[in-house]
């Protein structure tokens, strides 16, 4: 067996126990792009994220998966990937299972107009102990176990037509499956990008009616946040989730959470503060990206 598949049993073997179809709702904790606090944005934002690891850790039993919408780091430096390890490894210690997008600042070498190399990020993500079920072509895009009957893929910032087949394989070998999309660039707050760089996107999602939700991040201006239906061609619409809190430095102990009902799919999603408890976060504004604005309401939706 290889050791990426023995790996992801050992990932699938630590899950909560109410983490099986049928029974209880799960929780999912979006780790939005964090490539702010990697350089430690405002002199707090790098304690922020850890305080945010820890408190993770600390309700261990409560989420089932972590989601890191991609851009670790901001530039791809030496002491950029050390605080992202440093960070990522508090939830190795209490074996949190998480799976991480590729994002266009995670590219060796950012910010060139034609991004290429992903050593830095491949050689952070050797170090940590959560590792997918699978890898495709590329090892950017992966599978992950999520519960019975769930899994969670990601995919390559810009996949390439062997990632993208494999991403259909995978769905397609677990017949009555359903799937999270994971990827740094997809889904915003109109619902799913436009234009013709993301139209792989789309139509994956038009291919592939298994994948019932799909989750980005990537600084899109001062909107933080949106959840809403997306339609896609020839399936039901797709639960689109799009969250950032980046350069907002009063926002880095934020994230999102997903609870999921995997009977019947049915989804709540929420902002929350897991340092201090609070589930809606006030207007918050920066001279960087200007007005932000308090987080969307509680917002739930079908599974049907």
């Known amino acids: 067996m290889r050791r990426g598949a023995t790996l992801g049993l050992l990932l699938a073997a630590s899950l909560p126990a109410f983490a099986s179809a049928g029974e209880a709702k799960l929780q999912l904790y979006v780790m939005p792009d964090t490539q702010a606090w990697a350089w430690n944005q405002g002199g707090t934002t790098l304690e922020a994220w850890r305080a945010v690891a820890k408190a993770l850790c600390r309700e261990r039993q409560r989420f089932a998966l972590v989601l890191h919408t991609g851009d670790l780091v901001d530039n791809p430096r030496p002491v950029e990937w050390s605080n992202a390890l440093s960070v990522m490894r508090e939830l190795d210690a209490c074996r949190m299972p998480y799976a991480i997008a590729f994002g266009n600042?995670?590219?060796?070498?950012h910010p060139a107009p034609e991004p290429a190399g992903d050593r830095g990020w491949q050689q952070l993500r050797g170090q940590l102990a959560s590792q997918p079920l699978e890898r495709g072509p590329s090892g950017r895009s992966a599978l992950h176990p999520l519960t019975e009957g769930w899994f969670v893929v990601t995919a390559d910032f810009m996949p390439s037509r062997a990632d993208l087949d494999w991403?259909?394989?995978?769905?397609?070998?677990?017949?009555?499956?359903?799937?999270?999309?994971l990827s740094h660039q997809c889904a915003d707050a109109t619902g799913l990008f436009a234009g013709p760089a993301l139209a792989w996107c789309r139509e994956l999602l038009a291919r592939s009616p298994a994948i019932r939700s799909v989750v980005s991040g990537h600084w899109l201006g001062a909107r933080r946040e949106s959840w809403k239906q997306a339609r896609r061609e020839g399936a039901p619409p797709v639960i689109a989730l799009y969250q950032n809190y980046q350069h907002v430095p009063a926002l880095a102990p934020w994230g999102v959470v997903i609870e999921l009902e995997p009977g019947s799919g049915d989804l709540c999603v929420w902002s929350e503060n897991l340092v201090d408890g609070a589930t809606r976060h006030?207007?918050?504004t920066s001279e960087a990206v200007g007005w932000v604005g308090a987080s969307s309401d509680r917002t739930c939706f079908s599974g049907d």
């Open 167 to 181: 991403i259909e394989q995978a769905v397609r070998a677990r017949p009555g499956a359903r799937f999270v999309l």
């Open 282 to 284: 006030p207007d918050a």
């Open 105 to 109: 600042h995670d590219f060796d070498n």
